[in-house]
């Protein structure tokens, strides 16, 4: 079993930046590929983020350039940061494996932007 713990939400104003963590443990002994996926009401979950065991990143095109996946193997810890936050980003906030066999979800993190 692998747990997902994700932290760092928050409220923010349009333009700010947050900085997303997500705690694996359990019977995971390394993080080869993850993802940030977030789900706004009444929205199917999206992945936005994945990062895959040779480090390369991927982002969707509403995120491109504004956030970046990160992750640190040692403390089994992945990372989003998130810079010039848009009102539509409002979401919660989850990670997990972004492809195959997804681990059980965590209770996520609320963004929310806004004025």
């Known amino acids: 079993q692998v747990q997902l713990v994700e932290s760092g939400g928050g409220l923010v104003q349009p333009g700010g930046s947050l900085r997303l963590s997500c705690a694996a443990s359990g019977s995971i002994f390394r993080i080869n590929a993850m993802g940030w996926y977030r789900q706004a009401p009444g929205k199917q979950r999206e992945l936005v983020a994945a990062?895959?065991?040779?480090?390369?990143?991927n982002y969707a095109d509403s995120v491109e350039g504004r956030f970046t996946i990160s992750r640190d193997n040692a403390k089994k810890m992945v990372y989003l940061q998130m810079n010039n936050l848009k009102p539509e980003d409002t979401a919660v906030y989850y990670c997990?494996?972004?492809?195959?066999?997804?681990?059980?979800w965590g209770q996520g993190t609320q963004v929310t932007v806004s004025s």
């Open positions: 990062i895959i065991s040779g480090g390369s990143t």
């Open positions: 997990n494996a972004p492809a195959g066999v997804l681990y059980s």
